[in-house]
């Protein structure tokens, strides 16, 4: 028997490194450390931000901020633990294409990695390099960072935080949507979706929104003014922090007034990092009394990105994400000629998939790599 | 030496990948619009993105007869209602009397969605000559539906608009419109 409580002793220790003399806090299968504030140079660089990442991490959430909304950022520069470029960004000098991808992000920078199992993390001192884009003139940011430190599985699940704001309309509130059928329609079409990637939903906090309701229920978002939607994302509505926030809102719309079904933070989300503008993601509900498995495809096409994955095929094709098993399609599969490629130009290339840019409810599939980010995402178990 | 560092460009996704509307001009010839169905496909595919919004380009390239499509699908029930709203948005970008007249009902019509829609619609499509049509839209009792006409107001630009936002302002009891008005007006 001693040498059973030695071992499970050892097995726990592994994952959590508790009182390290950086700072860093271990709950829960999560290291979360604070990195300090920067002040980027006149370039927009923060120079090399050290990383001290654990030996039994899966992944690693960097996240950086609040820069403002007319700011973008990104990263300029990842080096691992041998000093060689894990990530360099287009612009570097020492540029090479790896399967590390990352956005140009308005306000806070999440960065996750790995998002491709090709591209993988290992523990020792890694740095981090950020570019805060502000025109030349310095930003301070606070830096932070996340390790995953328990064990992956292959049947993972992800608390949900379902938060409604001004949908009672549709009679839809924390109060009704356990017993709702379409809305747990929805929620069981997404958990479907996910199965493939060996995902499923955990918990359900159902969370009326206190907040300024007139303001959210409809989310009005622009290219150059996304500050509505970083404020929504902000708000501190409770529930399970290792886990994801949902808005579900009456619906997004563009500069122009188009609706925009559904919106992630990122890729990727600040996953398990609250009060920032990346800390979750909004569903449009105007469909969900036509068609609850559209909603379902929404939350689980949005969830996904804020759990790292990209498209598989950007519009034009000319982007995909950085995974091996996903198909592609590209340019060449544009037959009429026109800007963009359709379901039907991309049969067999990808449309079948959740992550298409224009998926419907028959793009059912996930494939392996997939499931492999997803699973290792610091907001999942 | 490190080259200079280039401004960034929003990532092409999620918010980011939006399209901007192109107001088009009145003088935009019509011609004998296929029928309707013809294109359901092909505009679909279009109104299809998740993040994506069609853009006006886009649409047109599609060819003669999309506005007929698209004032077929934002009537068309069978159709989910994110899928009828883009149509209705979309009709801005295809200025005509049938468009208008279709539009005008919408604004007016029970389904508050569609309403917005149309209330932004006919701000991209008419301009300056949309705001008698939208100004009543101010004094609609769906707080979004004030909230989105006022965006389409602000977005006409003209002295009519402000005109009209001013004077809603001195009658607007709820906080967040009066907000977005204030906001148009010092814009």
Known sequence: MTWLILLIGTLLACGDKDGDDTGATGADGLQTQSLGSFTTDTGGLTGDIPLEVPDAASSVLVHCGDYGYDVLGTAWQIKDAAGANYYTNSFHDEYAPTKMRVGNLDDYLPVLFPVSPDHDVTGGAWTFNAWIASGGTPKTIDCAVVYRTDAVSDAATVDLNVVFVGVDGLGLDAGTAPDDADFQAALDFAQGLWADAGLSIGAVNYIDFTGNVDRFAVVDVSDDDSSELGELLKEDVGGSVRGMTVFFVQEIASSSGATIIGLAAGPPGAATVTGTSKSGMVVTTADLRAAPDQVGLILAHEGAHFLGLFHTSEKTGEQHDPLSDTPECGPDSNTDGNSYLDREECAGKGSDNVMFWAPDTASTTMTGDQGWVLRRNPAVR | ?187
């Open chain 2, 1 to 187: 030496m490190r080259r200079a560092l280039p401004a960034l460009a929003h990532t092409a996704l999620a918010h980011t990948a939006l399209a901007l509307a192109v107001a088009l001009p009145l003088a935009l010839a019509a011609t004998s619009p296929a029928l309707a169905g013809d294109l359901r496909a092909p505009v679909l595919a279009a109104l299809a993105g998740v993040e994506d919004v069609p853009t006006a380009a886009e649409l047109q390239a599609i060819g003669a007869g999309v506005e007929g499509e698209l004032m077929e699908i934002a009537q068309d029930n069978s159709l989910v209602p994110t899928t009828r709203a883009r149509a209705v948005h979309a009709l801005g970008w295809f200025p005509s009397e049938g468009s208008q007249a279709l539009l005008r009902s919408t604004l007016t019509g029970g389904d508050t969605l569609l309403a917005r829609k149309a209330a932004y619609a006919l701000a991209n499509g008419w301009g300056d000559a949309s705001v008698p049509l939208l100004q009543p839209a101010l004094a609609a009792s769906d707080v979004q539906l004030r909230i989105a006409t006022v965006r389409a107001l602000d977005g006409v630009g003209s002295e009519a608009a402000r005109s009209a936002l001013g004077q809603r302002l001195t009658l607007e009891a709820n906080a967040e419109v009066a907000a977005t008005i204030r906001k148009a007006l010092a814009d």
